[in-house]
């Protein structure tokens, strides 16, 4: 099948021509899928009614296995009793929206945070799938930006201090920034991974910088001079020219390379209007599976 990709920015993101991603099961369309994804870092694809097991399949389908240990189910199960379910929003298990003082809720604004997803695992969060399926009036917007980008803006002396650099990222990290309090229980369950700050994409040689709000300290450097280091790429690299806003539509479908991108939400009155999406995440496994 033919598959075309329009730029949605300069750098990164682009909107892939009409097809049902529940049809698509050819390795030639897929691969071509693998293909934009490796030349935008973000796709959005309209209009993808997809169930559950539709998107799990599909998940699987286009990167291969799954993410299954989210930070959250430290915490707690979620509504689908499946750790591959992503249960992204603002609805509680009665199907209400969440209460300001809900764990959960408070959790979950840390996504407002730059990051990227499960950066916190061994090995990392590779795509994301985004299924809309309830979307508010008012925006709640998804930023991106483009991690390759920044590395290539980089000033050559930049370029030489941080290659064969390590980071060490904890998703407890970016919740405690914002004050979240974890049981000693829960900390110990999510220790945390570590990561080259530098990723090299296999197939196109490209790099980028592997940074997210769950990076605590760079392994190589004092604990100061590696958070400033963090906090100063972190800085460049989500400047605007190298975001992307996504402005979500019932049934949307986005698609991102967490080793090539960060992404954030953005606020909006969550306790009034209800959002509800799915995310499923695939993990960066050598092979890839599309071979
Ligand atoms: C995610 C995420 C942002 C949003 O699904 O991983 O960070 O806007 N989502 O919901
Ligand atoms: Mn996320």
Known sequence: MNVTFKKLHPHIGAEVSPLDLRQIHDRETLDALVGGMDEHGVLVFRDQPFTDAEQLAFAERFGGPLHKKPGIAALAKNRFDNDAIADIGNINEDGGIRAADDRKRAYSLANRLWHTDASFQDPPGRYSTLSARVIPPVGADTEFADMQAAYDDLDAAMKKQIEGLHVHHSIAYSRQLLGFDFSPAELEKLKGAVHPLVHVN??????????????????????????????????????????????????????????????????????????????????????????
């Open 202 to 291: 296999p197939r196109t040689g490209r790099r980028s910088l592997y940074l997210a709000a769950h990076a605590t300290r760079v392994i190589e450097m004092a604990l100061p001079e590696g958070r400033l280091l963090l906090r100063d790429l972190t800085e460049h690299a989500t400047q605007r020219q190298y975001v992307y806003r996504h402005a979500w539509k019932d049934r949307d479908l986005v698609i991102w390379d967490n080793q090539a991108s960060m992404h954030r939400s953005t606020p909006f009155e969550d306790a009034r209007y209800p959002r509800e999406l799915r995310r499923i995440t695939t993990i960066d496994v050598e092979v890839p599976a599309y071979a």
